[in-house]
């Protein structure tokens, strides 16, 4: 099964005295230096919970303290017990948020977490970096900052903290991308290697259907980097038949490869969540359909990395983005204006996802970041009812007008301007590709490293003249901002039928000198291989 991250979420530290500590304090954490050498060692990489705040038995607070740069209201955890719910408030933690404006603030985070740099952790969750403020009154808002009033710089709180551990990490080190997922985001965030996802949401198909246009709103305010919880995060309420259930609840089952076939067409693939496990295993074996479907989908997404690398380039050089609403590339068509449920990723894949339930009925769940984590079972049932999902279904979806569009598990090819029905399984999310693109394909891998690109799949899909710009670089270090990459650019002739694959462009240390295209026709099927030295080429079909 293809996976490249884990993510180590929050309390390897310990208790909440040592909120945030950064580094591997509690008694489950033996050998966490160990642990990442484990996870690299399979060629996966680690991301690691951090915070923006820090207990009072830290030595981070004990400094930011001495210099006046922690903030006084109150945030989460508000007790010091970390394993009871409700909050046992006769032990408060004491936790407090640092101010991350004043650049000796960015100085003395980046010190204590360059431990877990140190210890080999590739990637920075940052969480609560809104941050979370109980209890304000007015006066608790007009603090000084040092650049104005917290009342009139909390909104840029997040970019602070993102640009201190971004401009001290590359300061140490060039070789490695700065990778910061973060809670909260501010205008210009992007620039600081952070993406931001929607938060602790609940596990509801209506709030699946809300991340759609909320994703996409975020994105239109020119931050291209957005993605949320597959599953949602609060998911108790599935846990029916006893604590962590909810995987083998088919009302979840559905939700959750529903979800991550929405998130398939997000900038970040990921699965996370509390109360119910989101390994693939939990939800069967290998040949049943609920199995299938996560096997199927996380395929695709590593089949696609080629597409969706090179879009990461054209949103670098050219600020382009991932996700765009329809009406973005196709204003002229007034249908478009409150589609809430299709979307653009990338210029020639139109994502159209099922966000209502067709197997099952849909649960109502009403959950906030207090009550989510009030773990109660809310029923009683003696076994999960028996769903089919071997069985076809049907979904409606809006092709804009302007262009025409091969449905991609059919290749049938549709007008636009038209409502239709098209076939889909549980396994398979509808989605279409523009008439007039071109989308490289890889074969999927255990991981990225391993992921051969010496031979791609090239699909075309006719009805317009089109181009496509295969972007390849070196995976994970700067040489890029150097010129170190390649661009290997293919134009479709419709009229003459004809792919010409120009002279390669650029080049970078690893640049693989021969290799070998499959083109395919979406249309008809026609084929031809291409062995390609880096010399223009031209094959007709």
């Given at each position: 099964?293809?996976l ?53 038995m ?6 930011l303290?001495?210099?006046?740069l ?43 977490l ?59 080190s ?35 259907r ?20 597959i ?144 773990r ?31 449905y ?105 000198q ?28």
């Amino acid at each position: 099964m293809p996976l490249d991250g884990i993510i180590q979420d929050w309390q390897y530290w310990g208790n909440n005295y040592l909120w945030n500590a950064m580094d591997f304090l509690s008694e489950s954490f033996p050998d966490g230096k160990g642990m990442i050498k484990r996870i690299h060692d399979m060629n996966a990489h680690i991301m690691i919970s951090i915070w923006a705040s820090f207990g009072p038995m830290t030595m981070q607070f004990k400094e930011l303290e001495k210099d006046n740069l922690l903030f006084t209201f109150g945030t989460w955890p508000q007790s010091g017990i970390s394993h009871i719910w409700p909050p046992v408030m006769d032990y408060p933690s004491g936790v407090k948020v640092y101010n991350p404006f004043p650049q000796k603030s960015k100085d003395i985070y980046w010190k204590y977490l360059k431990k877990l740099y140190d210890y080999g952790i590739d990637a920075w969750w940052m969480d609560s970096t809104d941050p979370d403020c109980f209890y304000p009154t007015d006066d608790d808002y007009e603090f000084s900052t040092g650049f104005g009033s917290f009342r009139k710089m909390r909104n840029a709180f997040p970019l602070a903290t993102v640009s201190g551990i971004y401009e001290n990490q590359r300061k140490v080190s060039e070789n490695q991308r700065v990778f910061i997922m973060t809670r909260s985001s501010y205008a210009g965030q992007q620039r600081y290697g952070s993406n931001m996802w929607s938060g602790d949401v609940a596990s509801s198909w209506d709030m699946l259907r809300k991340q759609i246009p909320a994703g996409l709103n975020f994105t239109l305010t020119g931050n291209p980097n957005f993605n949320t919880d597959i599953g949602g995060f609060f998911s108790g309420s599935y846990n029916v038949l006893g604590v962590a259930s909810g995987a083998k609840n088919p009302q979840f089952q559905e939700l959750y490869v529903r979800w991550m076939q929405y998130g398939l067409f997000n900038p970040v693939f990921r699965s996370h969540g509390a109360d119910t496990p989101r390994e693939i295993y939990q939800f069967g074996s290998k040949g049943e359909p609920i199995y299938d479907a996560i096997e199927s989908t996380i395929n695709l997404r590593y089949s696609l990395l080629p597409y969706i690398y090179s879009l990461a380039f054209d949103v670098t050089k050219n600020d382009a983005s991932y996700m765009m609403p329809l009406f973005a590339y196709y204003p002229n068509d007034p249908k478009t204006l409150r589609l809430a449920d299709e979307f653009m990723f990338g210029k020639s894949i139109l994502a159209a996802p099922v966000v209502s339930p067709q197997y099952t009925d849909e649960k109502i769940i009403k959950i906030d970041e207090m009550t989510g984590w009030d773990r109660q079972k809310t029923d009683n049932l003696k076994a999960y009812p028996s769903v089919d999902f071997s069985i076809s279904k049907t979904a409606e979806k809006y092709l804009p007008k302007g262009d025409n569009w091969y449905y991609y598990w059919t290749n049938q090819l549709y007008t636009g301007g038209q409502t239709v029905s098209v076939p889909t399984t549980i396994a398979q999310t509808p989605f279409f590709v523009k008439a007039g693109s071109i989308i490289p394909f890889a074969q999927p891998a255990q991981n990225t490293v391993e992921q051969s690109r010496e031979t791609l799949t090239i699909k075309i899909y006719p009805g317009k003249d089109c181009t496509f710009e295969l972007y390849e670089d070196e995976g994970d270090n700067y040489n890029y901002e150097k010129g170190d990459y390649s661009i290997i650019k293919f134009a479709w002739n419709n009229k003459s039928n004809t792919l010409t694959i120009d002279t390669r462009e650029g080049s970078f240390d690893g640049m693989l000198q021969n290799r070998t295209f499959k083109v395919v026709r979406a249309d008809n099927g026609k084929t031809a291989d291409i062995q390609y030295v880096g010399k223009k080429t031209t094959v007709k079909l």
